[in-house]
């Protein structure tokens, strides 16, 4: 078991937590393919909380390697990027839009997909193992998709329209990338 207490496994302690992160995404994908968005936001939430302790983890116990760092963007960009875009084009644009509104929302996706993927590689390009800020320069993949859950269950409760959340979800893209400045919890 000395693996999991030696930085340069892959398979130390906070990578195994990642590894759940990345479980909980690919489980989540699949439960919004059946319609079933109530689990798949729950595995979403799982795979949010394995992303906080997998860091904490890495940070307490000196496990912190390039390879984490790279494994840790993968798994936010499937739980934090692409999970919250399918569930949304699944779960209202899907079943709410139909002719140049679905090809808008597309388009929008994309873009969001586009600049979560954009907004990761830029992390990882200034990241140093180990090494937390204070405050994040745009809005950071887990807090993107939480506000794209929110936009989700506002229309749910048929607080806003489908095409305000197409809206939410570009202004949400684009301030990923933006200067906004984001604390650090």
């Known amino acids: 078991m000395k693996f999991l207490w030696t930085p340069s496994s892959h398979f130390n302690l906070a990578n195994l937590f990642t590894f759940v992160n990345i479980t909980a995404g690919l489980m989540a994908t699949y439960f919004i393919t059946q319609n079933n968005f109530v689990l798949a936001i729950g595995l979403a ?3 949010g909380a394995f992303d906080i302790f997998d860091g904490k983890i890495a940070r307490k116990y000196k496990l912190s390697n390039e390879f984490g760092i790279q494994l840790d963007s993968f798994a936010d960009f499937l739980s934090f990027v ?4 399918f569930l949304i084009f699944q779960a209202v644009y899907g079943t709410s839009l139909d002719g140049f509104s679905i090809f808008l929302a597309s388009i929008v996706s994309i873009y969001y997909v586009i600049s979560g993927l954009r907004r990761l590689i830029n992390f990882n390009i200034n990241a140093d193992a180990g090494e937390v800020a204070n405050y994040f320069t745009g809005v950071p993949t887990p807090l993107g998709a939480i506000l794209l859950w929110l936009a ?10 489908a095409f305000l959340v197409v809206i939410l979800m570009g202004v949400i ?6 200067t906004l400045k984001v604390p650090h919890p």
């Open 45 to 47: 939430w799982v795979g």
């Open 82 to 85: 692409l999970v919250p875009v």
């Open 152 to 161: 989700y269950l506002a229309n749910a409760y048929a607080l806003i329209p």
């Open 173 to 178: 893209g684009w301030s990923l990338n933006s």
